[in-house]
T-cell receptor
Framework: DAKTTQPPSMDCAEGRAANLPCNHS???????VYWYRQIHSQGPQYIIH???NNETNEMASLIITEDRKSSTLILPHATLRDTAVYYC????????????FGKGTRLHILP | EPEVTQTPSHQVTQMGQEVILRCVPI?????FYWYRQILGQKVEFLVS????????KSEIFDDQFSVERPDGSNFTLKIRSTKLEDSAMYFC??????????FGPGTRLTVT
């Protein structure tokens, strides 16, 4: 079962920052926080992952609290193309570890 | 940018028929996966494959399912005798050591 809790849905205005929260209070010391998204009827797409430090790439930023029990994915300037289901996943970064998807957060970007 | 490809994009079959779903993983990847997503439900892990053998499989992956890497590029999922409840999107994924999994666009399987 998924070890994370996410709100089922969120709205964000186009051009604004989208902040997606995730709780993972039972995370283990060797587990990373991963974020994937799934645009309607497409395959899941990797966004970002981190262990304990904040991370940033061309798609998003990941802010992990100091106790690692929660995190926030930030899409700095949301566009309509960011409308998708966003999955927060905790897992050990093994080479061939399966991904267990939860229900995620359905993000609606409003024009 | 390299990507995982899957064929066909949509497969319609009759109950009891065999289907083979095909995937071409990213060329330097060594670990391969199949997932499925029934309409409106979560993405579910089916099987992982490494070094020409199954690494792990879920309860869904019963004797009706099999996987194969017949050559250096393709990775296939076979369902021997399809059931109505096998109707779903099937996603292939691949990765290499310490790199995130890349997913294909999926094959929509409809069993009538």
């Amino acid at each position: 079962d998924a070890k994370t809790t996410q709100p089922p849905s969120m709205d964000c205005a186009e051009g604004r920052a989208a902040n997606l929260p995730c709780n993972h209070s039972t995370i283990s010391g060797n587990e990373y926080v991963y974020w994937y998204r799934q645009i309607h009827s497409q395959g899941p797409q990797y966004i970002i992952h981190g262990l304990k430090n904040n991370e940033t790439n061309e798609m998003a930023s990941l802010i992990i609290t100091e106790d690692r029990k929660s995190s926030t994915l930030i899409l700095p300037h949301a566009t309509l193309r960011d409308t998708a289901v966003y999955y927060c996943i905790v897992r050990v970064a093994n080479r061939d570890d399966k991904i267990i998807f939860g229900k995620g957060t359905r993000l609606h970007i409003l024009p | 940018e390299p990507e995982v490809t899957q064929t066909p994009s949509h497969q319609v079959t009759q109950m009891g028929q065999e289907v083979i779903l095909r995937c071409v993983p990213i060329s330097n990847h060594l670990y391969f996966y199949w997932y499925r997503q029934i309409l409106g439900q979560k993405v579910e892990f089916l099987v992982s494959f490494y070094n020409n053998e199954i690494s792990e499989k879920s309860e869904i992956f019963d004797d009706q399912f099999s996987v194969e890497r017949p050559d250096g590029s393709n990775f296939t999922l076979k369902i021997r005798s399809t059931k109505l409840e096998d109707s779903a999107m099937y996603f292939c994924a691949s990765n290499r050591e310490r790199v995130e999994q890349y997913f294909g666009p999926g094959t929509r399987l409809t069993v009538t």
